[in-house]
């Protein structure tokens, strides 16, 4: 029996690791929201929250559950600064797209992977332009919401490799349930 | 990618809480459009207990842009050296002219007794963050409510307004910057032809960087180059701050600023609060008239009796009445356009 199985006969370890994701997610959030500009503040910061809601969406619904997803884009309204509830109701409803096109989203590898979740990436700037627009009764800019959605983009590869090595070693081996 | 790497779990029973979890968050939005007091103050208690954080990352960030913007800048320094002392010939020359409409104005007040400005008080302030955000272009100081910020105050640097105070937190406080899609401001548009006079807009942010000039009436016709400056009308914002010029804009105007939000670290905030009017006193004695040293209007007396003369103020006298000091009213000083680069009429 490997360390990891040993690991994963603990009931403490398991429920940490049932932590891992929306404390990443959280970890995501204020890392992005770091009030230091990105690139002389040329370029908009990316939407790091929305990768590890993405990633474990598909991999391990179990743990992030809608709940946690509220949690992370309710953080992610508070530290953004801009109006309350958009980011919360962007991943929320991100969440439920990407839960019910699972089984399209996790067949994706490769180039098409980064391509599906540039889809769910955009779909969540739609949410939260189309909310801003309807809050202010007109509708704000592209470039910038545009902008964010590229640079979310960019960084989903690092991001998930990241999330990827966190995975493997703290949550795969302790909830080898499924 | 997931699919060849990572082993998929079976589909979680989730649908249930998905729609209760979708209907909260709309709640969310609806009941943060109403009180959004509950994210401020979760907000500035978050940036007050990041601040030492925040002051300990922004320097060397600040540092190495500085060290990488000036890389660029090297090789024009001749160029720019001439082109500065160009420009301070200029200034000099404007500066001259200023000093002279100071005084001129300064005799104009004390022969009309005018009522000098309120004082604006002011806090120094640093900037230790910024976001640039697709919905909020904002800074975050490092002075809050404990040195006596106030969320509505405005921040200007030394070339003009930045903003206004959006957030005060104890030891914090968030600006949010003209540039941005929630910020209003009313404003006075100074024509450079002095015979046409000003004319009030209201000036929008919509995140570019140039804000919008909005109400504006389809009979008003503004030039290129003319100033635009805070118009006081509210009573939050002192009048006459500078922000920047008209530009025109395919049909619509806007606003190029003079502040340059991005690389300002030092700003001021200032505590303007307008005086609540009186009502005009019921004695003689204390009317303006009276109060100003001018003769007061007595009423048809009665009785041929010889009422005592009241000395009206001589012009010396009036010329030594006290004078507002340049602080007192720093924004009443005609101020050379800096769009022009004509040298001044001699």
Redesign the interface.
């Known amino acids: 029996m490997t360390l990891a199985e040993r690991f994963a006969q603990m009931p403490v370890l398991r429920f940490f690791s049932a932590l891992v994701p929306v404390t990443c997610g959280m970890l995501a959030v204020l890392l992005a ?5 990105l690139f ?2 040329l370029v ?2 990316p939407l790091l929250g929305l990768v590890p809601v993405y ?1 474990w969406c ?5 743990l992030m ?3 946690v ?2 949690v992370i ?2 953080l992610e ?10 980011w ?2 962007s991943f ?2 991100t ?2 797209l990407v ?1 019910r096109q ?1 089984d399209s ?6 180039l098409v ?2 391509l599906g979740f540039a889809a769910a990436a955009a779909f969540a ?1 739609a949410c ?2 189309l ?2 627009a309807a ?2 009764g007109r509708p ?2 592209f470039a ?2 545009f ?2 959605l590229a640079m979310t983009v960019l960084f989903y590869v690092p991001a ?1 490799f990241v999330i ?1 090595i966190i ?1 493997r070693h703290l949550v ?1 081996p302790l909830r080898s349930d ?1 | ?12 029973n ?1 649908q249930l ?2 729609v ?3 209907a ?3 709640v ?6 109403a009180q ?1 007091g ?2 401020d103050s ?2 500035t208690r ?2 007050d207990w990041m601040q030492p954080m ?1 002051e300990s ?2 320097a060397p ?1 600040q540092s190495f ?1 500085r060290f ?2 000036s890389i660029g800048e090297i090789f024009s320094v001749y160029q720019e050296n001439l082109r500065l002392k160009d420009e301070n010939a200029r200034l000099r020359q404007w500066r001259n002219v200023a000093v002279v409409m100071q005084g001129r104005v300064a005799r104009y007040q004390s022969l009309l007794h005018a009522v000098p400005d309120p004082d604006v008080n002011s806090v120094l302030a640093r900037v ?9 272009e ?3 100081l490092d002075a809050g409510r404990t040195s006596n910020v106030k969320p509505g105050e405005a921040v200007v640097d030394a070339r003009g307004m930045i903003g206004r105070i959006y957030l005060a937190g104890d030891r914090t406080s ?1 600006v949010i910057l003209l540039t941005d ?2 910020s209003r401001i009313p404003v006075t548009i100074v024509h450079n032809d002095a015979k046409v006079g000003n004319t009030q807009a209201i000036m929008a942010g ?3 960087p140039m804000p919008a000039l909005d109400t504006l009436s389809r009979q008003v016709h503004l030039n290129v180059g003319d100033q635009v400056v805070s118009s006081g009308d509210g009573g939050l914002l002192p009048p006459g701050l500078p922000i920047g010029t008209v530009v025109g804009d395919a049909g619509s105007y806007r606003v190029a600023l003079l502040a340059e939000a ?1 690389s300002s670290e030092d700003v001021e905030v200032l505590a303007f609060r307008r005086a609540p009017e009186t009502l005009p006193p019921g004695t003689s004695a204390q009317l303006p008239a009276v109060a100003a040293g001018l003769k007061p209007v007595v009423p048809a007396p009665v009785m041929p009796v010889v009422a005592p003369q009241v000395a009206p103020l001589t012009t010396l006298q009036a010329a030594t009445r006290p004078i507002p000091s340049a602080s007192q009213a720093p924004l009443e000083v005609a101020k050379p356009g800096p769009a022009s680069d004509e040298p001044p009429p001699p």
């Open positions: 929201n770091l009030p230091v500009p002389g503040g908009p910061t990633f598909l991999v391990r619904p179990d559950t809608p709940a997803t509220l884009g309710l309204d508070v530290v953004s600064g801009g109006p309350p509830g958009v919360t109701l929320v409803l969440y439920a839960a699972r989203f996790a067949g994706l590898s490769g992977a980064v700037c939260a332009w909310t801003v809050l202010h704000p800019l910038p919401i902008s964010e998930t990827g995975h795969g499924f | 990618m997931a699919n060849g790497v990572w082993k998929i779990a079976r589909r979680g989730a809480p998905l209760i979890v979708i909260l968050a709309v969310l939005v609806l009941v943060g459009k959004s509950l994210f979760a907000r978050l940036t925040l990352v922004h960030v842009g990488a913007g230790i963050g910024r976001a640039s955000r697709p919905f909020l904002t800074m975050i968030w899609l929630n919509d995140n570019t991005a």
